[in-house]
């Protein structure tokens, strides 16, 4: 299993990222996708996550609104729109198949004026 996650950067408060998340090694479209987040000392966290087909999704609370998951399965591909971004949002961002332990490097998204 191999995930490797992109498109994080570094943005103003209110700006927009979508990070991309490919995967390879497994049947893609078998699995539930996630994205997590880590930020500088705090424990990883679920911020979404989308079921094998695409048609359910979750978020946590504090992403409701401004984050929007979806997958491309020809692809083997995970997005995350991230919009009206915050200060605290700035994290590593990673993703993560259902029923695999395996974790990509993950993304860098720091937001800051």
């Known amino acids: 299993v191999q995930l490797v996650e992109s498109g994080g950067g570094l943005v103003q408060p209110g700006g927009s990222l979508r990070l991309s998340c490919t995967a390879s090694?497994?049947?893609?479209?078998?699995?539930?996708m996630s994205w997590y987040r880590q930020a500088p000392g705090k424990e990883r966290e679920l911020v979404a996550s989308?079921?094998?087909?695409?048609?359910?999704?979750n978020y946590a609370d504090s992403v409701k609104g401004r984050f929007t998951i979806s997958r491309y399965n020809a692809k083997n591909t995970v997005y995350l729109q991230i919009d009206s971004l915050k200060p605290e949002d700035t994290a590593v961002y990673y993703c993560?198949?259902?029923?695999?332990?395996?974790w990509g490097q993950g993304t860098q998204v720091t937001v800051s004026a």
């Open positions: 993560k198949a259902n029923s695999f332990p395996h």
């Open positions: 090694g497994f049947t893609f479209s078998s699995y539930r």
């Open positions: 989308i079921d094998s087909g695409g048609g359910s999704t």
